[in-house]
């Protein structure tokens, strides 16, 4: 069964920093492409960064680039978010993926950032 | 970016009915786009994906269609656990673009 479980979420105040980070089991982590995905309270999803299989590439949504860094270790099986510099419009709940050609087949539950002074 | 604008943004429904949602896309994504449902204080499920493939394990009264910049997903038979929010992503180019989300109450 595949599972994915996310962790590293809180209060931070503007201008901090997080880092998130997703569990990953019940199949070969390094052979797939992973993805974080936000969604603010009482919003629509959002996707946020995304890491090829072998970690080579990434991709960014345009408000965070240089400010927020997805990385993986396939031999931990995890999958991370550094988050620096958060704002407001930065607080959601962020959930790891799994991707499946592109789209995402299996999510975790999310975990709560908020950012606030 | 590819704009994805989902309509409508809800609507209410009875057990049994028969309901489209609709998904347009700003540029031509030609098959690359996904459906997926959500319930309150859930992760998303996928439900389709390549625009008319059905994910393992869901129920085949959904289904999808479309191609270029027009899509729908269609619940046959409406069930009682149905009721949800469904987004539909593109994943065509970067970044990936979800709708808005489609609000499926009980009437």
């Known amino acids: 069964e595949v599972q994915l479980v996310e962790s590293g979420g809180g209060l931070v105040q503007p201008g901090g920093s997080l880092r998130l980070s997703c569990a990953a089991s019940?199949?070969?982590?390094?052979?797939?492409?992973m993805t974080w995905v936000r969604q603010a309270p009482g919003k629509g999803l959002e996707w946020v960064a995304s890491?090829?299989?072998?970690?080579?590439?990434?991709y960014y949504m345009d408000s965070v680039k240089g400010r927020f860094t997805i990385s993986r270790d396939n031999a931990k099986n995890s999958l991370y978010l550094q988050m620096n510099s958060l704002r407001g419009e930065d607080t959601a709940v962020y959930h790891c993926?799994?991707?499946?050609?592109?789209?995402?087949?299996?999510w975790g539950q999310g975990t709560l950032v908020t950012v606030s002074s | 970016a590819v704009r994805m604008t989902q309509s409508p943004s809800s609507f209410s429904a009875s057990t049994g009915n028969r309901v489209t949602i609709t998904c347009r896309a700003s540029?031509?994504?030609?098959?690359?786009l996904a459906w997926y449902q959500q319930k309150p204080g859930r992760a998303p499920k996928l439900l389709i994906y390549l625009a008319s493939t059905l994910q393992s394990g869901v129920p085949s009264r959904f289904s999808g269609s479309g191609s270029g910049t027009d899509f729908t997903l269609t619940i046959s038979y409406l069930q009682s656990e149905d009721f949800a929010t469904y987004y539909c992503q593109q994943y065509y180019s970067y970044p990936r673009t979800f709708g808005q989300g489609t609000k499926v109450e009980i009437k």
């Open positions: 540029q031509d994504i030609s098959s690359y």
């Open positions: 019940g199949f070969t982590f390094r052979t797939y492409g």
């Open positions: 993926a799994r991707d499946k050609g592109g789209s995402s087949e299996d």
């Open positions: 890491i090829k299989d072998d970690g080579s590439v990434k």
